[in-house]
């Protein structure tokens, strides 16, 4: 099914769910048809635009945050997510390498996603991570400022609202972390080496900390890095940015691709249209021709 709007004007909110299911159904046909003519009598829809291949995305427009929030309250949609869980979507497993105190794993909470994030900052108490936090944030922010020709400065107008942006990030992530501690969300784990089974995710990341980082960690803890990352993930590895810290493309970037070719990976560098360190808009994917399909 694919379904594609005209994108409303701004300002408007985006919902995105994404799923992956488990077989055909007759009954999932007639639940999702339900859905979509409820969803469509509700107060501040503006509309949706879906896709599905093997994982599907749908996104759905709204006028506010309020609406949003009737829509998830309805009872009958409530219903159909339960029905969802137990009969029709498999869960599509991600694991966050690196991911630090940020929001991500609470974002995609939010949408019902299955995110694990490792970072070796979660082997802390949630009042020993809030307090580097807060020691850190005036020496970040005055660097912002020293380099902020070297950002994109078109979604995020200012280094205050950055800054803003990321302790509102923080904050959420300290409020989640102890029970994403507890439902093991948040793991102390460290590349290169990680603690999970082979093919124990569908997609495995590295955001902001692989290639970025290349003047700390050299070319052999890149290499272990990411063939660990490939060992863990059954479907596919992406790594973002592919630039380091003086927004030039990472010394290793070449040497990794031909090492990955030689152990018959295939890659492939792709845009994005994120682009907020200048020049950071392409990311690395990796499949295994041998073990992904």
Known sequence: MTNIIDTPKPPYYAVIFTSKK?????SYSKMSDRMVKLVSQ?????GFDSAREELGITVSYWKDEKSILNWKSNLEH???????????YKQYKILGCGDGPS???FEVLKLNGNVTSIDPIYQ???NEIQIRIDETSSVVSEELKQNQNDYVWENIKSVDELIDIRLTAMSDFIKDYENGKEEKRY??????KLSFKDDSFDLVLSSHFLFLYSEHFDLQFHVDSILEMCRVSKKEVKIFPLLDLKNKKSQYLEPILEILKEKSFETKIIKTNYEFQ????????IKAHNKFS
């Open 22 to 26: 488990i077989d055909e159904d007759k």
């Open 42 to 46: 509700q107060n501040g829809f503006l």
């Open 78 to 88: 409530q219903e159909a997510q339960k029905l969802g869980k137990e009969l029709w």
């Open 103 to 105: 929001s991500f794993n």
């Open 124 to 126: 802390f108490t949630k």
């Open 187 to 192: 793991i102390y784990n460290e590349l290169p």
């Open 278 to 285: 200048k020049g950071a808009n392409e990311l690395l994917s």
